[in-house]
């Protein structure tokens, strides 16, 4: 067991959880016991496959997660010190994602369980997510204001407990995760683009170029980053297109999503009373808004809580959390196979 992990507060141990994600191109497995907090996980990335495509390529990562996740399986509980007799429960990712990765691993952890004689819970993929911080040393306790920014999602929520998610704020175009790799693949940045740019835009200076900061001259928590993307391929297609042109572009947009961020998350605090900023999501690990935020925090006197870096991004150990949490709770499922390709986060039910 890694002893720098956390055991999450006030769950009632019913055996270590198998956590199982496979919602878009990463295959995630994890061991969590309530009593002895994360025992092991494992993550394979399938960034080398999609690469040639310049995306995520839905059927290769359906096939890839097939063949990827018993070994991974295996691995995992080998790692943990386990034996699948062991497991008191199995979680897995039952959305949001695609359809086809979802059902490889719904039907891979229906299974499992139901072959052991243990209760098995399908798990938001956001919730995960959001989750995600509770897996450190000193957790956030609720209430708190969580942001979530990924590829596929930016949206502001007020967690009132587990379970009682309130939205504050979505994106209305592009998430921020889906504007950094569209605005890398415009400027001809390899695949996946997002860290692409950001390592760029460390080159970049200051001041060259300045892009809009989306919706924030206005009251609300919406975001929409389609307008700042158009802006980036204007002043590119007018650049001289050299390196460091392109730096100087990344830097200024770079600079443009995370304020845009800050603004809107200190805003929702504001709003909501909340002293406790969560962020979560491929985007929580950009160095730029962890230290904005951070300083953020330092400054107006909230406490800003990230996941570590290898926790922003899918895996198996947000999933094996949360499934945790909610199977202490006494939640589970019929031996039914289900996925929410499209799944609001509010429906979801308290956790007590």
């Known amino acids: 067991m890694d002893e720098s992990f956390a055991k999450a507060p006030g769950v009632v141990p019913v055996g270590p959880v198998l956590g199982i994600e496979t919602s878009c191109d990463e295959t995630g497995v994890a061991v969590y016991d309530a009593g002895r907090g994360l025992l092991a996980h494992t993550l394979y990335s399938q960034i080398k496959l999609h690469a040639d495509y310049g995306g995520v390529v839905?059927?290769?990562?359906?096939?890839d997660h097939v063949r990827k996740l018993l070994p991974l399986?295996?691995?995992?509980?080998?790692?943990?010190?386990?034996?699948?007799?062991?497991l008191g429960g199995v979680a897995y990712t039952a959305g949001p994602g695609?359809?086809?990765?979802?059902?490889?691993?719904?039907?891979?952890?229906?299974?499992?369980?139901?072959?052991?004689?243990?209760p098995a819970i399908g798990v938001h993929h956001m919730e995960g997510h959001l989750l995600a911080p509770l897996l450190e040393a000193d957790p956030p306790q609720p209430?708190?204001?969580?942001?979530?920014?990924?590829?596929g999602h930016s949206m502001?929520?007020?967690?009132?407990?587990?379970?009682?998610?309130r939205l504050l704020g979505?994106?209305?175009?592009?998430?921020?995760?889906?504007?950094?790799?569209?605005?890398?693949?415009l400027m001809g940045l390899?695949?996946?683009g997002g860290p692409a740019l950001a390592k760029l835009a460390e080159q970049g200076r200051e001041g060259v170029f300045r892009f809009a900061r989306p919706m924030t001259d206005r009251p609300g928590l919406d975001f929409s980053f389609s307008g700042l993307k158009t802006q980036v391929l204007l002043a590119w297609q007018g650049s001289d297109r050299s390196a460091q042109t392109q730096a100087d572009i990344a830097r200024a947009f770079e600079e443009a999503i995370v304020e845009t961020l800050v603004i809107k998350c200190r805003r929702a605090l504001a709003a909501t009373g909340a002293k406790t900023l969560v962020i979560a999501g491929g985007v929580g690990a950009n160095r730029r808004l962890r230290a904005q935020l951070a300083q953020a925090g330092e400054r107006e006197g909230f406490r800003a809580a990230f996941?570590?870096?290898?926790?922003?991004?899918?895996?198996?150990a947000m999933i094996a959390l949360a499934g945790a949490l909610r199977l202490a709770a006494g939640q589970h499922e019929t031996p039914s196979i289900f996925v929410h390709p499209r799944w609001d986060l509010q429906s979801l039910p308290a956790l007590r």
Not at 105 to 116: D, I, K, M, P, V
Not at 156 to 165: D, K, N, S
Not at 174 to 179: K, R, S, W, Y
């Open 58 to 63: 839905p059927e290769l990562a359906s096939r």
């Open 73 to 86: 399986v295996r691995e995992t509980l080998e790692r943990a010190g386990i034996s699948s007799a062991d």
């Open 98 to 118: 695609l359809i086809g990765a979802l059902l490889v691993g719904a039907a891979a952890a229906r299974s499992l369980a139901w072959a052991l004689g243990v």
């Open 143 to 151: 209430p708190f204001v969580a942001l979530l920014v990924s590829g």
């Open 156 to 165: 502001l929520i007020e967690v009132a407990a587990v379970g009682r998610y």
């Open 170 to 185: 979505d994106t209305l175009d592009d998430a921020a995760g889906e504007a950094f790799d569209k605005t890398a693949k």
């Open 190 to 192: 390899p695949y996946p």
């Open 307 to 316: 996941p570590r870096l290898e926790f922003c991004t899918d895996n198996g």
